[in-house]
Structures are given as C-alpha cells and as structure tokens.
C-alpha cells in the first residue's frame, strides 16, 4: 500500500485504521481469503511504517490496541510494537497464545518461537 | 426446515382456492416427500455414520447413542428432535451441551418458514456459566449457496463451540452438540465441526490415524507437498509415513493459510516461501512446530 494517503493523518488516526484493517484482515482469515488477508497485512504494515517515521516512533501508540476486543488486532498490534515495548508486546503475545482461541493462538505462538529461535529480530 | 412444510396454511390456502387445489396438494405431497428423504439423507451423513461405530450399551446414560470411544473425544449426537442424553465424556465430566435448535420451535407448533436464523439453545449450564460465554453466532435456517459462506458457519460454530468449553470447563473436553431439523443443511458441516473440538494428539497418534479415513479430517503434509516436490525431495519422504498426519479439517485450513500469508517474523515473506532455501530437517521441525502452537499435537 503507497503511504502518500497516510501522512495526512494523525496517529490517532493512523491508530484507527490499523485497528480498522486488522478486524478486516480477521474477517479474510475467517473466510480463508489469502489474497485479501496478504493485501491487508501489507496495509497494516504501510501503517505502522507510517508511525515508526513520526517523530520519536510513534508505534507506541499502538500498545493501547492490546485491549482491543478483537482477538487479530491485538496480535497485529503486539506484533508491530515487538521493537519499542518488547516486555509488553511479548506479554500480550503470550496472552493470546494461552487464550488457546485459534488460528490467532497459533500465529502468536509461532512469532514467540521465532523470537526465542532469533529468526524474527524486530526493528 | 423447508418452507414447503407450512402444511396448515397450505391446507387453507388450497381450501380457499378449488380451481388450484388439486395441483396444490399434489405439489405438496411431492415436497413432503422430497423433505422425508432430505431428513433421511442428512440422518446418513450425521455423526461421521458408520455401522460399525460403537453405540453406548442401553441401560446407560445415553444408551443406544453413537460414540467415538476414544481419546477423550466427546460424543456426537443428532437427534432428529433434539433429544438425548449427553452421557459423560471418558474423563467422567459432564459435557457442555449445544443444541442448534430454534429457541421458540419447543414452545410453538408453527413450523420454521421464514426464519432467517436459528438460534442457539445452551442446555445443562449454570447461569454463571453462560454469563462467561459470548453469544453465539447464528446459523442461517437456509443453506449459504456458496462454499466459503457454509464453511464460515461452520467454523463460527466451531470456534465458537470451543471457545465456550475452554471458558466453561478449561479444556476441549466434553462438547456435545445436539442438531435439530431446523438447522438441516448444517448436517454436511458437522464431522469438521466436532473433529475442531479435539484435544491435541501426539504425533504418533496422528499419524497412524492417517492410516484410516473419517470425515471431518485431512492428511496433513507436515514438510509441504508442493513445494518439497519442486525442491526435489523424494516422493517416499514426501508421501512417507513420518510426513503425514491426519488432523481435524479446520485445523488444516487454519495451518494452510498460515503457511501461505506473509508475515511479520518472516521478514514480509510467507512461511512457505520463508522455507523454501531451507532443507527437509528444518522444513519438518517448523512443521512440527506448527501443529503444536496451533494446538493440533500435544507440545
């Protein structure tokens, strides 16, 4: 996704739409849509490179989405928070991975392990 | 349900209009027939059917029920009124209790014509229980045309299904999901929706299982097929024992689609093609990794 559209917006905002795709992404998975589900993991990714440019990186803000009710917007969030709230984004990571409530349980897992295993070194 | 079944109102109508009536009835017949064997084909495919399978001896709780017998599995009961006895699951705890059954069908002699959803009943539960659950989804009383919108159903019944028991009694133990005629088309879903409440299984387990076909389940690839073949493995790895294992058919297509959407631990990449310079050790390790963070093999 081209960021030209997002640095008009705030981070509160920007915040909102990356809550906003992570619940449409939930539904693509829900629907075994691969091609919808990967367009809108870039989507989220043009997001949160969108806050780490701000200013003192604003992925920070993202850390209040680990209560969203949504189950794929909380992993999305502490997936993209893993490089500036480390304890925190593993914390809820690990969360989800014990909520047991899958395919979202899984996904969490597997980013632990390959955080432990050093595949995944987040920047 | 078929909307055909209204045969009060449809007597009436035919009464009131004699130039049609005959016609009326006939067509009405030949629905009536056409329900009976749509009852009995969905009754055929309940629970897995198999002549062979075990039934609870009578004189039981439940006697006279299908059961799995096996692996803490809980057992599976359609009844064509929604009656029946849950029994126990094989660790002796009462199971939760899932009738798919419209809430007001019990009460009122009206048929279901019409009804866009049919609502859950939750039966056996203490009020603090249901208070934990969300509520559950709604099945559409007629069949989704497409594939994905029957398959979302299912897995909304399923996820939800196990959702519930985990809240409930702390592990997928013990759902038994009870199917009225309200929610008919369901039947052809049911083996993938109870095989999605399995505990996880060791991996021996699972692949000696693949040895035997059960609806509801796949032969999972653990180092995956296509693309071990494009790297040139031999077919007896690929198709070799030690690579497959048959696991619940929700659990497959949850795996798959991970497998095959980028993601943030690969680097953007999926973790297919994450593993594709990888070689087979490492291929089957992620595999193996896999099966049990989705829950699917005990870790």
Partial sequence: MRRDGLHRLSVEELV?????????????????????????????DAVEKELKARPGDQRTALCQLYAHRNLQVRLDAAKATLAVAPKAARDALQSIQNAREYPQAGDAGMCLWALDEGIFKPT | MLP???????????????????LRLRWLAGAARFERALRRHAYALKA???????????????????????????????????EGEAGQTDEGRAPLRITIYPR????????????????????????????????????PARRPETTRQRNRVAKQVAYWAARSALRISGGPLGIVITLAEAAIWLHEMYPAIQSYQDPPKSLEDSQKAVASREKGYDVHHIVEEDAARKAGFPEHWINGPDNLVRIPRLKYWQVTGWYMTPNKEFDGLSPRSYLVEKDWVERQRVGIVALKLFGVLKP
């Fill in chain 1, 16 to 44: 909102e739409r990356f809550a906003a795709f992570a619940v449409e992404r939930d539904e693509a998975i829900l629907d075994d849509d691969i091609a919808k589900s990967s367009r809108l993991f870039w989507k989220l």
């Fill in chain 2, 48 to 82: 897995n059917f198999n002549p062979d399978q075990p039934r609870v001896p009578a004189g039981e709780p439940g006697g006279g029920q299908w059961t799995s017998g096996g692996g803490g599995r809980a057992t599976l009961i359609a009844d064509e009124d929604g």
């Fill in chain 2, 4 to 22: 055909v079944s209204s045969g009060a109102p449809a007597g009436r109508d035919a009464a009131a209009c004699p130039d049609g009536g005959l």
């Fill in chain 2, 104 to 139: 007001d069908f019990a009460d009122e002699s009206e048929p279901l014509s019409g009804w866009p959803f049919v609502d859950f009943v939750l039966r056996d539960l203490l009020p603090s229980d249901l208070l934990r659950l969300d509520p559950p989804p709604k099945v």
